[in-house]
């Protein structure tokens, strides 16, 4: 995953992330609009044969959006883990039958 800064001001951020479409970006979106400091966030996938990204985030007041954007992906992350232990351990349970 490479990531380009198209825009950049105070509280605004727009980047091109290569290599990623809906599901990633989807997630991230998600993540970040559960961040009540957040005005507007979105993403846009130009054109489905090209595997990049477009996401946009505009923060309220000074609140810079790169922390915003760093924030939602460590909660993903850690919904990640814990998706991955529950199944690990459904996966436990189902054996032991």
Not at 83 to 95: G, H, S, Y
């Amino acid at each position: 995953m490479r990531i380009k800064v198209l825009k950049r001001k105070t509280n605004e951020l727009k980047i091109e992330v290569e290599e990623e479409g809906h599901t990633f970006c989807n997630a991230l979106q998600k993540a970040i609009l559960e961040d009540d400091t957040i005005e507007m966030a979105g993403y846009d996938v130009p054109h489905p044969l090209v595997d990049s990204a477009i996401v946009y985030v505009h923060t309220k007041g000074q609140r810079k959006p790169e922390v915003a954007i760093k924030e939602a992906a460590k909660r993903i992350l850690g919904q990640s883990k814990e998706f991955r232990r529950a199944f690990n351990e459904a996966l436990k349970v189902w054996q032991r039958k």
